[in-house]
């Protein structure tokens, strides 16, 4: 597979979990994540996933407005991929931003890419 278009579809895939109607829909996120899938959360919490889990939290909110910068692919392995970018999270009720360093897993499995593995780390850059 061309990497570019697997950088694309890979970013598309890191786009589609961060909407709201995405992460609150059982079938959609099982579509998207692997039956193993473990995420070291912002928070610090780990999570892992059980088949028929949503996302629920305050980000699944019409308020919530995330953007990916710098985004980028290793090819690990023809069907592992290491993604890793920026996400900014602005809050429109509080004009707040939070960013946060993120790196993916996805495993090509049984016909389609699934997150293994998600980090998300808060920093303290200053977002314009």
């Not at 709201?20 to 998207?32: D, H, I, N, Y």
């Not at 970018?85 to 016909?111: F, H, M, V």
Request: aromatic fraction near 10%.
């Amino acid at each position: 597979m061309d990497s570019d278009f697997l950088k694309e579809h890979i970013l598309n895939l890191e786009k589609s979990l961060l909407k709201p109607e995405v992460r609150l829909s059982a079938e959609k996120v099982s579509g998207l994540l692997s039956d193993e899938f473990t995420e070291y959360c912002s928070s610090g919490k780990i999570y892992k996933y059980k088949k028929g889990d949503v996302i629920n939290s305050k980000d699944n909110s019409d308020v919530q407005i995330w953007k990916i910068k710098d985004f980028s692919i290793d090819i690990l392995a023809e069907d592992i991929i290491l993604a890793k970018y920026k996400a900014i999270k602005n809050n429109k009720l509080e004009d707040k931003k939070i960013c946060s360093i993120r790196s993916s897993i996805w495993k090509y499995i049984e016909g389609s890419w699934k997150m293994i593995f998600h980090q998300g780390t808060l920093t303290n850059q200053k977002i314009t």
